[in-house]
């Protein structure tokens, strides 16, 4: 059982920047994938970044070129840098890490994100 905690959310202006970290109980390099997802109020969670174990790495449409995902494998945690935030960015970021069990994951408890003047 891995248990992932993220933090680092919080309000922030349009424009300004924060950056999430999801750290691991376990080994994070041990993951196929690490992911950022996000849910906004009456919307499905989505993918925001993913970075694979081979440093793949994949971002919606919407935040390339604004935010950036990285790995620290000695510590275990995964970054989310967020730049150029916009009100519609607004969420509860959550964390997920893939093993290589089929069909077995791990979710953070979330993040609230804010973007607002």
């Known amino acids: 059982q891995v248990q992932l905690v993220e933090s680092g959310g919080g309000l922030v202006q349009p424009g300004g920047s924060l950056r999430l970290s999801c750290t691991a109980s376990g080994s994070i390099a041990s993951m196929k994938t690490v992911g950022w997802y996000r849910q906004a109020p009456g919307k499905q969670r989505e993918l925001v970044a993913a970075i694979s174990f081979n440093g793949n790495l994949n971002y919606a449409d919407s935040v390339k070129g604004r935010f950036t995902i990285s790995r620290d494998n000695a510590k275990n945690t995964v970054y989310l840098q967020m730049n150029s935030l916009k009100p519609e960015d607004t969420a509860v970021y959550y964390c997920?890490?893939?093993?290589?069990?089929?069909?077995?994951?791990?979710w953070g408890q979330g993040t609230q994100v804010t973007v607002s003047s």
């Open positions: 997920k890490a893939d093993s290589w069990n089929l069909g077995t994951y791990y």
